[in-house]
């Protein structure tokens, strides 16, 4: 895969990692930190009504004539919330210290899919763990390492200054960061799987999905033809793989794992993933902060593809 530049498209991601939020990630406590994004969070929301209609379009795309309209606004709200508490958490795992980063990660999470993890892995070492954007995922690499696993995530950065701060700080754990922008992304994760680590990907990436024109799935309670991308993966490396999200709780986190496959069995990695993404979307939408993009991106992708019949 070419190296692409990273886009200059404002958004939100880029308005709340500005040079001067970073600062501020590194000084404030916190909860005073919280505070301060969401309240230049909700700025930024209520001076650009495109975002709005976006994130108002995708939650009734998938949940609009699931619930009533009262609910459906307080649904809005607290997704509003949740995806600012997501650049939250963005911004602390990449620049606060490491040190006050791992105590914080450590007494906020409890690990109740420990033991299926280890269980997994005693298997064949390695192993593919798939997740969404969802959550507090960006806790998970950070976690495990801090654990001692050895984690290696695919993943795209918005900005060169979160990719500069990541991969530092990466060296001073046993954490691989793979550019899914970078050449040979598929040659890395599978030796990242050979040399017995835990490869960390998301599933949730629309733009990024390779339609498969032999088979179709149901996601969201549409028809569309599946993503190849891990099923592509999965083939190849023969690795055992499994579903893991760390959901936000009233008093903590909890990283869940949920077997999937044990690397020999023919169910497509798509499908199965999703299926366990969509429950937790369903019950938790206000944690999954793809909103503000999937609406346009997956109409754009079944607007653009024929599903198939096989």
């Not at 209520?46 to 699931?66: A, C, F, M």
């Not at 070492?125 to 997740?131: E, L, Q, R, W």
């Not at 999905?209 to 996601?219: A, E, I």
Request: proline share 5%; hydrophobic share 35%.
């Amino acid at each position: 895969m070419p190296s692409n530049p990273i886009p200059i498209k404002k958004d939100i991601s880029r308005f709340l990692q500005k040079q001067p939020n970073v600062f501020l990630a590194k000084i404030l406590p916190l909860l005073l930190y919280r505070r301060y994004l969401s309240m230049i969070g909700f700025y930024y929301y209520g001076t650009n009504r495109d975002e709005r209609r976006n994130v108002s379009k995708s939650l009734k795309y998938v949940l609009g004539e699931k619930i009533g309209k009262f609910r459906f606004q307080s649904i809005l709200l607290r997704t509003y919330f949740g995806i600012i508490e997501h650049y939250f958490e963005k911004m602390i795992n990449a620049h606060k210290s490491l040190p006050e980063m791992m105590n914080y990660l450590k007494s906020s999470i409890s690990f109740s899919g420990r033991k299926l993890l280890d269980q997994i892995i005693s298997r064949n070492n390695g192993c593919i763990f798939v997740s969404g954007h969802f959550g507090a995922v960006e806790y998970i690499p950070l976690y495990l390492a801090a654990n001692h696993y050895r984690p290696s995530m695919i993943l795209r950065f918005k900005t060169e200054k979160l990719k500069e701060a990541l991969t530092y700080r990466s060296k001073s754990v046993d954490l691989e960061l793979i550019d899914a922008d970078s050449p040979n992304v598929l040659f890395k994760a599978l030796n990242a799987i050979k040399a017995g680590r835990i490869l960390i990907t998301m599933c949730d990436e629309v733009h990024s999905w390779r339609p498969c024109s032999r088979g179709n799935t149901q996601l969201f309670g549409r028809r569309i033809p599946k993503d190849r991308t891990l099923d592509i993966l999965c083939k190849r490396s023969k690795a055992p793989m499994c579903f893991g999200v760390v959901q936000r709780g009233k008093t903590g986190f909890d990283l869940a794992i949920h077997p999937l496959s044990d690397g020999e069995e023919a169910s497509s990695a798509c499908e199965v993933s999703w299926n366990l993404l969509e429950q937790y979307v369903y019950r938790h939408p206000e944690q999954w902060y793809q909103w503000p993009s999937f609406f346009p991106e997956f109409t754009r992708y079944m607007s653009n593809q024929e599903c198939y019949d096989y």
